[in-house]
């Protein structure tokens, strides 16, 4: 099969933007409203098992906070908080934002240059995506991806398929024509339940997921004079140990 696209994950992926941004951000948000929670760096990494700025609120305030008085009116109050965290979050990447990971900005070069085309598949807002590609990849990088499905453009977050079903719709490609790239096992769950090969990058928050059904585990994508490491899957026929598309194009 001939590859067509790739399709990211942005949180984990992209960028290492989790305990330094967005729990950075929530943190923000709280602490403006006047409430007394505060995520640190290990709860935050428990609080990842849920998706979704939003539903993670929620799930906090049921997991550890079920003394806390709730208003009438939750739903408004968490709305208020994740347009806070938003704004927050959003500022703190145009400060001077939060770096691609190794290998990311080569890779989607090799991939534009060659006419591979470039989704995304987030469970997180459209604003932060936006953010981040303007802040840490270019002005313009934005337009790289054709399409950029995000959010709340699907009701169920990963690790539902819904939104990896979205975007292939949105490519009108089959998933054996594309290859995913994620770094949880919730991201797993839902490339693989649409169908997608995947690629996992791991880092701190998620070394020790299940990514069992993965195609490949890597430390990360490499680059030149900073190779990858693999941690599962078929031995890569890539001597460099930099995944680039020639590799990509054996894993389809
Ligand atoms: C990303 C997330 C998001 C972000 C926060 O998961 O879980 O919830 O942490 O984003 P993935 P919002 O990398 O699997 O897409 O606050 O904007 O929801
Ligand atoms: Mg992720």
């Excluded at 991939?111 to 807002?125: S, W």
């Excluded at 770094?183 to 339940?193: M, P, T």
């Excluded at 900073?226 to 894993?251: C, E, I, K, W």
Aim: charged share 25%; aromatic share 8%; hydrophobic share 40%.
């Amino acid at each position: 099969m001939t590859l067509a696209a790739l399709i990211f994950d942005v949180d984990g992926t992209l960028a290492d933007t989790e305990r330094d941004g967005h729990r950075v951000a929530f943190n923000q948000a709280f602490a403006e409203a006047g409430l007394d929670w505060h995520w640190d760096v290990p709860r935050y990494g428990e609080l990842l098992a849920v998706t979704g700025g939003k539903e993670r609120m929620r799930h906090y305030l049921d997991r550890y906070r079920p003394d806390w008085p709730r208003p009438t009116d939750l739903d408004a109050l968490i709305a208020r908080l994740h347009a806070a965290k938003t704004r927050h979050y959003t500022a703190l990447l145009s400060e001077g934002g939060i770096p691609l990971r190794p290998g990311v900005e080569r890779l989607l070069r090799e991939a534009r240059a060659a006419g591979v085309r470039l989704a995304i598949a987030t469970t997180t807002t459209p604003e932060n995506v936006t953010a981040l590609l303007a802040h840490s990849l270019a002005p313009e990088a934005h337009s790289w991806f054709e399409v950029i499905a995000a959010g709340d453009i699907v009701p169920a977050k990963k690790p539902a398929p819904d939104i990896y079903r979205y975007a292939l719709e949105k490519l009108r490609l089959s998933p054996t024509e594309c290859l995913a790239f994620e770094d949880s096992e919730n991201g797993l769950l839902a490339a693989r339940g649409a169908g997608l090969r995947t690629v996992i990058t791991i880092n701190d928050y998620t070394r020790d997921h299940d990514f069992s059904g993965a195609t490949l585990v890597l430390d990360q994508l490499g680059e030149p004079g900073q190779p990858f490491s693999q941690l599962s899957g078929q031995p890569s026929g890539n001597g460099m140990r930099v995944f680039d598309l020639s590799l990509a194009r054996t894993l389809v």
